[in-house]
């Protein structure tokens, strides 16, 4: 997909008509509470043996023992409850109960993927509510831990990663398909080359740069030749980022595919690829 005779490359057509960038927000990802502690849980990992110490020095009433013996219990087979657990450190094969790991990794994975994959990104809706309504409406059997505290954090936790690694790998896969076939057909692997070569396709508005189209041609202006494009947003390097997404959906049974177009997804790819 290179552009013969980029370097001699006339000015941009003037398209000020189309000059709207597809540019729009990622969205956004909370950093803030990665080290919240699940209900119930102590940071203070010695307070255990800090009130142990308490215990042996202490006289009269402070020195009486209990003999209870609390020993925790649940509903749900298979359900670990997170004793000292923080949310960065929450994984599908640890902390999800038994019966749940393979359908959220084969069903619940991809059904959310394709439905934030349909969407504007700059306006996903990203609330807890919706993303549990959505984990309801396929998982109701599923419900008694779902309707828990720690098992809706758990949840929201591991649809949050979902969602992170998917826009992720989307950005990551432009840059593999850069680094190893784009950057590789250029005439000159100097990076002073890469980098004019880089400032050049980039210039103008979003419909003059070629890595958008399935054929380029710029204009030249000492042989009168006019820019050619066709399939906009046909380029291989787009075609590889949205194929990852289609490829992570794909493994859906077909009473589980939507019809609609995976609009976002195709956005993501082409602002990737701008980024």
């Known amino acids: 997909g290179l552009v013969p005779g980029w370097e001699k490359r006339a000015s941009h057509e003037d398209l000020s008509d189309g000059d709207d960038d597809v540019n729009g927000p990622s969205a956004p990802h909370n950093d803030d509470d990665d080290d919240e502690s699940v209900r119930g849980i102590s940071d203070n990992e010695g307070e255990h ?8 020095n202490a006289k009269g009433p402070a020195a009486r023992q209990s003999l209870a013996i609390v020993k925790p219990t649940t509903s749900v087979p298979g359900y670990v409850p997170p004793e000292t657990l923080k949310k960065a450190l929450i994984r599908v094969n640890k902390h999800l109960p038994l019966d ?10 991809p059904l959310l993927i394709q439905l934030y994959g349909t969407e504007q990104p700059w306006s996903f809706d990203l609330t807890s509510d919706r993303i549990m309504e959505f984990f309801h409406r396929h998982f109701a059997s599923h419900h ?3 309707s828990t505290t720690d098992g809706r954090k758990i949840i929201l936790k ?6 992170t690694t998917w826009r992720n790998k989307i950005g990551q896969v432009t ?24 400032h050049w396709a980039l210039s103008g508005s979003f419909k003059c740069r070629p890595f958008y189209y399935r054929t380029f041609i710029d204009a030249d202006d000492l042989t009168g030749q006019a820019a050619v494009k066709t399939n ?5 390097i787009i075609a590889c980022a949205l194929g990852h997404h289609l490829g992570r ?17 195709l956005i993501m790819a082409v602002q990737s690829v701008s980024a």
Request: glycine share 2%.
């Open 249 to 265: 959906i794909n493994i859906l049974p077909d009473h589980l595919k939507e019809e609609t177009w995976p609009t976002g997804a």
């Open 100 to 109: 749940l790991r393979q359908p959220f990794v084969e069903v619940f994975t």
């Open 144 to 146: 008694p831990f779902s």
């Open 175 to 198: 840059i593999d398909y850069m680094e190893n076939t784009l950057i590789c057909e250029l005439d000159d692997p100097s990076p002073e080359y890469i980098s004019a070569w880089c």
């Open 49 to 56: 043996e800090e009130r142990a110490g308490l215990s042996e």
């Open 158 to 163: 591991l649809a949050e990663d979902v969602l």
């Open 232 to 236: 906009i947003f046909c380029h291989p």
